[in-house]
């Protein structure tokens, strides 16, 4: 029997569906989802193995116009994800008519490898604009196969599945077969906490946030993990402790019970925040974080 293997990179605006779809697709949580655009900063690989394919699929940040040096070192995975690419999947929402970067934009339509546009949320439209937009999309991106799904409701998420390993070229697989992932335990530690901070707090404070596991001890029956929430200003450290200490202390305690549901085994996560002035503009401390690697 021919083995299957292949990158298949999910590119799109923000807030489309990206992590929803990539997690649908792998059957774990690997990305964040939040309802705020931006959540998702580096790129993820979620691996998907059966007897006969590995489908590799990467899950980017959603495609801007920088603004700052962490910004733009999030747009260097997306350009990545065009290079070694076999599928693209180009996710828009129902309601889009454009992507945010023309330049990136032509090199969808000028692809040389498959491209699979999905149309996702569908659920939140009717017939009349489902088939409005179909004919949109057909225009615009002619190369592209084009899917209606709602990945939240895993509707015509199978099919889509099905239809990549169609695309994947006959390949040994490029990790080994039981690898879910090629991030470490620390990586979903600190992704944790950040998607907490995110769904907790307003405006500017989730993007100034990075997070960082100094500790991390695996015993037979518990984890236990030492992690620090670096923010740029003073004023921001207070609104992350809250009065009394009571905004971490919720962090910590909705990040401890997922992580505990990922990691299946008891979690004692200490948290603490340190100031890490301007952080998301030096090209430094975006390498020390993961950023920035060429």
Known sequence: ??????????????????????NALVGERLSI???KAQTTRHRILGIVNGDDFQMVLSDTPGIIKPAYELQSSMMGFV?????????????????????????????????????LLLLNKIDKSNQEELEEQVVLWTEKVPNAEIF????????????????????????????????????????????????????????????????????????????????VIMVERETQKGI??????????RVGIQAREDLEKFFGKQIFLETY???????????FQLRRFGYNQK
């Open 273 to 283: 925040v340190k100031v890490n002035k301007d952080w998301r503009s030096s090209a």
């Open 79 to 115: 350009k990545n994800a065009f290079e070694d690419a076999d599928v693209l999947i180009y996710m828009v929402e129902i309601g889009e008519k454009e992507l945010k970067d023309e330049a990136f934009f032509n090199k969808i339509i000028h692809s040389k490898i498959p491209v």
């Open 148 to 227: 209606p799904i709602s990945a939240l409701e895993n509707f015509n998420v199978q099919m889509v599945f099905d239809r990549i390993i169609e695309l994947l070229p006959v390949s040994p697989p490029f990790y080994p077969k039981d690898a879910l992932t090629d991030k470490p335990e620390r990586f979903f530690v600190n992704e944790t906490i950040r998607e907490k901070i995110l769904l907790n707090y307003e405006k500017e404070i989730p993007y100034a946030v990075e997070i960082e596991t100094e500790e991390f001890f695996e015993d037979e029956k518990i984890i236990r993990i030492r992690a």
């Open 33 to 35: 989802i939040t309802s």
């Open 240 to 249: 992350i402790i809250g009065h009394k200490g009571g905004a971490l202390k």
């Open 1 to 22: 029997m021919e083995h299957k293997a292949g990158f298949v990179n999910i590119i799109g605006n923000p807030n489309v569906g990206k992590s929803t779809l990539m």
